[in-house]
């Protein structure tokens, strides 16, 4: 019995420990992870959390160059395994702007270290990352990504990364987001700024954070013994304590856009003497910087395919739509999209010798080969919805990653993009489909796009279906996709294993067996792609009775939401309309017992609505007939739905 008190006094005393961890004060010690921080198991607000980020420490200070101000930013975080899927917490990156060894300004990334704390037989062994599992990557010309693995981390382990970044964009700071896709047990972002700048400064997000702003004695270093200027200045300070995860789920594109996030935007410099300068931004100015750029505006040009496109007598196709889709043709023929995103361009002479490119480096040549054919065309760039939303209350080219293409059809633009494999004008890439794109011109008034209603798919179903008396249903069935529809069907069929691989998963998905399958208008690039199947499923039959699913095939195998609660709003792909007719013809001698009744639903805002009717018809049906099972009718009848 005293084994047994033993034993659960024991117990008592880990959960406590365990527990303390989660509630205790942050361990602000770097490089000494505590023994509850070692020891820790779970996390008692999200039980079902992968890892936590027990502390993370962001300050931003100012310090003086040889001609200007220079902007640094030291971060430090520690983060715990707790379960096997927290490894990926190992490997990370940072994105931050650098020019190589060009005089512009740009950002350096340095001090960057990594140490894993493991408890191996009561003792702490640390493990720190080595230079060789650090790697550069440039995502173009002007951004960089660094990637590192932490060693040796497994479940229990704790992280410590820091690293610090000396930017000579003194006037820019980017947003600082509280929350992460781990949850946050505390986190905070300090920031020093001397009087000679203004910021705006802004806090959005759901969950509140501890905040502290007041005046202060600032000292701006000039380094290398080049002595101090002192000054008056601002102290911001954010605190955010328990903050939930940001986890990646379905119908939403950046879950981190909607977390709890500071804000600073520069309005204005003053410095007696020497400088008085607004810097409240003008998308003219954003506009003005990307057309007299090498790889932007100087990718717009001579015509590359001008001898191609006379061969193929492009010229002579008379709808401007079939025009312009015949250009893109010609252009894929001889460019594959290499899977990139991009906001700049490779020269056109290496996208057609190497015979890929990023979607930008097809854009421009697209866009010169539509000009050459007398279209007027612009680069349109945006913010991809995977990127999180697009500052609006600044202009910043920073935060821009890619373009697309805006050709004027009519009265109206029409959109292409270089990724496109499937599908047709104004068919793009559902992460494309932002509600803020700028069309970018030189003498023409700019223009802000709304893309989010573009690429509607539409499925149209005709089902005629016939019920046997044991159950079993036979059906033809015709689908026509058009749009987004069309798009993701080709993309299915295109990269399925086999064409009978691609039949059998359909077959599963609509829970029946396909006897005859074809496909119509799905090779290249269309509007519309038209699928023709027969089918035969058995129903549910008890006794006199027989089950039969209206739909005749499952329309959705299972929700997408599942979750009991959820605080992140729904993002659909596109605008999408389902419409579904079925016609049953029932076996002779028996009668419909119950029909789905008439139903119209919408959502709040109206943007989603659905309708469904049903009716009977009876031919050469008694007049006294009543058509409720299980009294039989004598002739058959055919179900409208």
Sequence with gaps: MRTLQSAILGAMLCVATVAWAQTMEPNLKWGQPTQAELNMTTYAADPEAQAVVLCSQTELRYELSTTTFQLKQFTKKRIKILKEEGKDQANGSITYLYNGHRSEQCENLAK????????????????????????????????????????????GTVIEIEYEIDSDFFYDINDWCAQEEIPVLYTSFDVTVPEYFTFNVDERGSHRLESVIEPTNVSLSAGAGNGILNCRG????????????????????????????????????????????????????????????????????????????????????????DRIMAIYSLLKERVKWNGKYALYGDAASKVLKEGSGSNASINFILINMLKDAGFEVYPTVMRSRDKGFLTVTHATAKELNTIVVAVKTGDSFSFLDGSIEDGWIDVLPSHLLVDRARIVTKDQPAQWIDLSKLAEGKTRSMVNAELNADGTIQADIQTKFTG???????????????SATFVSKLAQDLNCEIESFTLDKHRGLGPEVVRNMHVSKQCEAMGEMIYLNPWVLNVMSENPLTDEQRTLPIEFPNIFT???????????????????????????????????????????????????????????MNTHL
């Design 112 to 155: 960057l270290k990594a140490t894993a704390f493991n408890l191996v037989d009561g003792k702490v062994v640390k493990t720190k990352m080595e230079g060789n599992m650090v790697n550069h990557e440039d995502v173009s010309k002007t951004l960089r990504l660094t990637k590192y693995t932490v060693p040796q981390v497994t479940v």
């Design 234 to 321: 601002m102290h911001y300070r954010f605190v955010g304590r328990d903050l939930p995860a940001l986890r990646e789920t379905k119908l939403l594109y950046a879950p981190l856009s909607y977390g709890q996030r500071v804000s600073m935007e520069l309005s204005g410099i003053q410095i007696p003497g020497i400088m008085t300068k607004s810097f409240t931004s003008d998308w003219k100015d954003v506009d003005k910087r990307l057309l007299s750029d090498d790889e932007f505006g100087g990718r717009l040009g001579k015509n590359p395919l001008k001898a191609e496109m006379q061969e193929a007598g492009v010229a002579a196709i008379a709808d401007p739509k």
């Design 484 to 498: 987004s529809e069309a798009a993701s069907l080709r993309h299915e069929f295109r990269t399925a294993t086999d």
């Design 578 to 636: 389902d419409n579904l007719t079925t016609v049953v013809t029932i076996p002779e001698g028996y009668a419909v017992e119950e029909l789905p009744q008439p139903l119209v639903m919408k959502s709040d805002d109206g943007n989603m609505s659905c309708f469904i009717a049903s009716g009977l018809t009876a031919r050469h049906c008694h007049p006294d007939a009543r058509f409720r099972f299980p009294r039989p009718s004598s002739r058959p």
